[in-house]
C-alpha cells in the first residue's frame, strides 16, 4: 500500500489549507484512514481519522470544530480541511492508514504511512 499526500505550506494564522492523501495498492482490510502530525522535538499526534467504510469521523480535541475530515471512496482519497489555522498547527502532517477497527487515535494501530507534508502557520 502507498499513501501519497499533499496540499500542505505557508499560510497565515486564521487562514485555510486542505490536505488530501491518496491510497494506492492492495488493501485488504482498511478501517481507518487519517492525520497525524509531528511538530519540532515532540511526539507525532492524532488529528483526524475517518472510519472505512461507514465513515464515521474523529477529532482530536485540539482541532475539532477547525478541521473537518472527509473522503472519496471510489478514489480511495481523504481529505483534512483545516479552517481557522494557528501557529501550534504547525508540524509535518502524515497521512496513515489502518487495518485495525480500535486505537484508532494511536500511532502504533496504523500500518502504512505516508510522505508527509509540511504545514506553517505564521503569525
Known amino acids: 500500500v502507498q499513501l501519497q499526500a499533499s496540499g500542505g505550506g505557508l499560510v497565515q494564522a486564521g487562514g485555510s489549507l486542505r490536505l488530501s492523501c491518496s491510497a494506492s495498492?492492495?488493501?485488504?482490510?482498511?478501517?481507518?484512514m487519517g492525520w497525524f502530525r509531528q511538530a519540532p522535538g515532540l511526539e507525532r499526534e492524532f488529528v483526524s481519522t475517518?472510519?472505512?467504510?461507514?465513515?464515521?469521523?474523529y477529532y482530536a480535541e485540539s482541532v475539532e470544530g477547525r478541521f473537518t475530515i472527509s473522503r472519496d471512496s471510489r478514489k480511495n482519497t481523504v481529505y483534512l480541511q483545516m479552517n481557522s489555522l494557528k501557529p501550534e498547527d504547525t508540524a509535518v502532517y502524515y497521512c496513515?492508514?489502518?487495518?485495525?477497527?480500535?486505537?484508532?487515535?494511536?500511532?502504533?494501530?496504523?500500518?502504512?504511512w505516508g510522505q508527509g507534508t509540511q504545514v506553517t502557520v505564521s503569525s
Open positions: 475517518i472510519r472505512w467504510p461507514a465513515g464515521n469521523t
Open positions: 495498492g492492495r488493501m485488504f482490510s482498511m478501517y481507518h
Open positions: 496513515a492508514l489502518s487495518s485495525r477497527p480500535y486505537d484508532y487515535t494511536r500511532a502504533y494501530a496504523y500500518d502504512h
